[in-house]
């Protein structure tokens, strides 16, 4: 890998084969398990918008699901995350019961939200996702706001800040860099740069493809990592939540990564994304971070049988809580005012 310094994409990723020496097979087929379950959610999430059974546009994040959990794994139920407008493989990757998931994207009553929040309001206080919204950058200074309080109070908790390449073009990120830093926060902040912002190439928008200048420019910790890359994402995010618990904060995790449909729904918009093409899409697909680990896996002895196995599973479970989550009733229309106006 050359020096990141060089600011090329390509100097990052690559094809080379995942290290897996420092993990234990156990930990490794249950972190394979929880991008499997992301993905095959969100294909399933992503069907049910093609053929009209999720009323709401979906923001969906195949090929990205190495990301949170590679980040989710050093996590416990006090620490504080926020996701964005694309947090689906953030809230799974916690262990959100994969019901009640389905039921919000459903809109039935049944959901982590009775309904109401659907795929870009999400909520989970239960595993420690404390929010998701549609507004860019919305919920980064929510997230160094919750950091400060923790650190007032004495808590041994941290707040991960999920954030992509386009937000960090809003104005609010560079003032929550700021404060994070000269409070040391115990923050992480975590830019999935998938290098579309919408449907524009970060090429066209920013001077340089990477982000993590700013971080620097604020004199806070920054490491740039191969986003499909697991292990790697879990070394970082392992030492930086470490040092965060113990005064370090704040960090800045810049993971390069893509997405495979377009910015919204199930299509690929490989023709209406500026300087997406369908080569780039190939291109990517081959840094797969679910193939790349059942390759590693296989060559230090894992028998492919259960991999194929513990896939069907995981599918089965997928079905099973989707089928359930479509029995569920949905909210009355009028049900939503008794959350918004109290009443005698």
């Known amino acids: 890998m050359k020096d990141l310094n060089n600011n090329k994409i390509e100097s990052i990723t690559s094809e080379k084969e995942i290290n897996i020496d420092n993990f234990s097979g156990d930990e490794l087929l249950e972190m394979l398990s929880k991008m499997i379950l992301i993905r095959n959610a969100e294909y399933k999430i992503a069907k049910g918008r093609e053929i009209g059974l999720v009323g709401g546009p979906v923001h969906l994040g195949v090929g990205q699901e190495a990301i949170p959990v590679g980040i989710s794994q050093y996590l416990n139920n006090n620490d504080k995350v926020f996701g964005a407008h694309r947090s689906h493989a953030h809230i799974l990757s916690l262990g959100i019961d994969l019901k009640s998931f389905f039921s919000e994207i459903l809109a039935k009553s049944s959901g982590i939200s009775k309904g109401m929040g659907g795929s870009m309001h999400l909520f989970g206080g239960s595993v420690g996702f404390s929010g998701s919204v549609p507004i860019v950058a919305g919920t980064v200074p929510l997230a160094v706001g919750t950091a400060l309080a923790s650190k007032l109070k004495g808590e041994d908790a941290i707040s991960i800040s999920y954030l992509g390449d386009g937000a960090m073009e809003e104005g609010i990120v560079h003032e929550s860099l700021n404060l994070a830093r000269i409070n040391n926060c115990p923050v992480i902040f975590v830019v999935e740069n998938n290098l579309f912002s919408s449907h524009l190439n970060i090429n066209l928008r920013q001077p340089k493809e990477l982000t993590y200048r700013f971080a620097k420019a604020n004199d806070i910790e920054s490491k740039v990592l191969d986003g499909n890359n697991l292990t790697s994402i879990c070394m970082t995010s392992k030492e930086f939540i470490r040092r965060c618990r113990a005064g370090e904060g704040p960090f ?93």
Not at 271 to 279: H, L, P
Not at 295 to 301: E, V
Not at 312 to 321: H, L, R, S
């Open 252 to 344: 800045f995790i810049e993971a390069i990564t893509y997405r495979w449909f377009g910015h919204v729904d199930w299509r690929e918009d490989i023709d209406v994304g500026i300087n997406r093409s369908a080569e780039d899409l190939k291109y990517w697909k081959k840094r797969d971070p679910i193939s790349r680990l059942k390759k590693s896996l296989l060559k230090n002895n894992f028998v492919e049988n259960h991999l194929i196995n513990l896939e069907k599973d995981i599918q089965k479970d997928i079905d099973n809580a989707w089928m359930d989550a479509l029995k569920e009733s949905s909210p009355e229309w009028n049900e939503s005012l008794n959350y918004v106006f109290k009443r005698n």
